[in-house]
């Protein structure tokens, strides 16, 4: 058996530290904790609070994303053009988006 079965992605490792994460929450409270939690496991973090906010961020720093996170509270239209707005620029299609809703 060799040395890299053991590990996980077949011996490779994540640099957590140089991965940026875009997260999204209108609610200050889950923002900050769930901010304070990707810190604590050495993400970079972007935290904005809504939809337009998401989409200046990725105009002015999209290159360098690894990942959006958007909060349960985003209204559903806002949601859908939001991520209309990423899947149809080339820059950003390749992100990926994980995006929490209640319905």
Do not use: W
Not at 19 to 40: A, G, R, T
Request: charged share 20%; with cysteine; hydrophobic share 35%.
């Amino acid at each position: 058996m060799s040395n890299n079965s053991s590990k996980p992605y077949g011996g490779t490792s994540v640099d957590r530290s140089k991965l940026k994460i875009l997260l999204c929450d209108h609610d200050s409270e889950s923002s900050q904790e769930v901010f304070n939690l990707l810190n604590k496991c050495c993400y970079q973090v972007i935290s904005v609070s809504s939809a337009v906010e998401v989409v200046n961020a990725l105009n002015s720093e999209g290159l360098y994303i690894d990942l959006i996170q958007a909060g349960v509270d985003l209204p559903v239209d806002t949601s859908m053009k939001m991520l209309k707005y990423i899947m149809h620029n080339k820059n950003f299609r390749y992100i990926p988006v994980i995006s929490k809703t209640i319905i």
